[in-house]
C-alpha cells in the first residue's frame, strides 16, 4: 500500500528512455522525478523514495526530502499566491496549497506560517493554517516525564502553546522557560504534567532527573572552588539567575544543593553556599 505525502521503500519494475518507473502495487507504476535518475540505478533496486501528486494528480516520487510529511506540522513561507490559495515552500518542485477555506486570514506572499499537511478528498497533499481542526486538546497515549517534539505557536496569557509530536496542544508556562523562543522552533520538551482535564503542561528540562542533578551537583563544586570556596546563588535565588548560571531549572538546582548538603560537601545559608572542609 502507498502512503501518499510519506516516504516508502519502493522497488525499480523497469527502465525506459532515462525514465525510472517504481512499483507502486496496487497503484501502479510510479515515476521516478527525472531529476533524481542516477545512472548506477538498477531494475529490482529498492529505493526510500517520498511520494506525493503531481499537477495532473499522478503518482510521483522522488528522493528529496522535504520540509513537511503528511500528518506534521511545519513553519512554512508563502511564495506565491493564486485564486486557488497561498502556496508554501516546502522544499519539493512543486509547491504546497492552502486553500482558503484553510486559511485563518488571508496569507501574506513572503511570511511563515504554522500548518499541518493533509491529504484532501481527492488524495492531494495541502496544508491547513486552522490547527484547532487537527491538533488536540487532550492527551491520549502521552506519559509524565516522556520526551517530547515541540513544535513553538503562540503566546497565551499562562506562556506559550507548542504543538506535541505533532498531534497534541501542551503549554509551556512562561515563570518556568528562560530562553528566547520563536514561532515555529523545533525543540525537545518533555511532559511536565497531564492534569485531569487531560491537557498537557510541557517542561523544557526533564523532571526528577537524577543524572542532571548530580550533573548540576559538580558543576556548584567547580563553581565555588573556583570562587575561594563561596557563591551568592542559593536555593532562594531567582530561577532565572540559576539558569544563565548553571543552565538548569530552580527545581533542578535545589535538588543539586541538596545532594551536596547530604554528602556535608557545603552549607547553606539564607544568601550563600559555602564549600565545607571536607570538599
Not at 529498492?46 to 516520487?61: I, K, W
Request: positive net charge; aromatic residues 8%.
Amino acid at each position: 500500500m502507498i502512503h501518499i505525502g510519506k516516504f516508502n521503500t519502493l522497488k525499480i519494475c523497469r527502465q525506459s528512455d532515462g525514465e525510472i518507473y517504481l512499483d507502486g502495487g496496487e497503484s501502479g507504476e510510479i515515476t521516478l522525478q527525472r531529476q533524481d535518475v542516477r545512472k548506477d540505478y538498477q531494475v529490482r533496486d529498492d529505493l526510500e523514495v517520498f511520494v506525493y501528486t503531481d499537477g495532473q494528480g499522478n503518482l510521483v516520487a522522488t528522493t528529496q526530502t522535504p520540509l513537511a510529511q503528511v500528518g506534521e506540522v511545519a513553519w512554512l513561507k508563502v511564495v506565491s499566491l493564486s485564486h486557488a490559495g497561498a502556496f508554501l515552500d516546502w522544499g519539493l518542485p512543486k509547491d504546497l496549497l492552502v486553500p482558503f477555506s484553510e486559511q485563518k486570514q488571508k496569507m501574506v506572499e513572503g511570511r511563515h506560517y504554522l500548518v499541518k499537511l493533509f491529504l484532501d478528498k481527492d488524495n492531494r497533499i495541502a496544508a491547513s493554517a486552522i490547527l484547532d481542526d487537527f491538533i488536540r486538546d487532550e492527551a491520549v497515549y502521552l506519559k509524565e516525564g516522556q520526551p517530547v517534539e515541540l513544535i513553538i505557536a503562540d503566546e497565551t496569557e499562562l506562556g506559550t502553546k507548542a504543538v506535541v509530536n505533532h498531534e497534541f496542544w501542551g503549554v509551556l508556562y512562561k515563570n518556568e522557560v528562560f530562553r528566547k523562543l520563536r514561532k515555529g522552533q523545533k525543540i525537545k520538551g518533555y511532559i511536565k504534567k497531564i492534569r485531569a482535564d487531560k491537557k498537557i503542561d510541557l517542561s523544557l528540562q526533564q523532571e526528577k532527573n537524577t543524572c542532571q542533578a548530580e550533573t548540576t551537583a559538580e558543576r556548584i563544586l567547580a563553581l565555588l572552588k573556583r570562587q575561594q570556596g563561596e557563591m551568592r546563588i542559593t536555593d532562594k535565588s531567582e530561577p532565572q539567575l540559576i539558569y544563565d548560571t548553571f543552565g538548569v531549572s530552580k527545581k533542578v538546582f535545589k535538588q543539586a544543593l541538596g545532594h551536596l548538603y547530604k554528602r556535608r560537601l557545603i552549607t547553606m545559608a539564607e544568601d550563600r553556599v559555602t564549600l565545607t572542609d571536607k570538599s
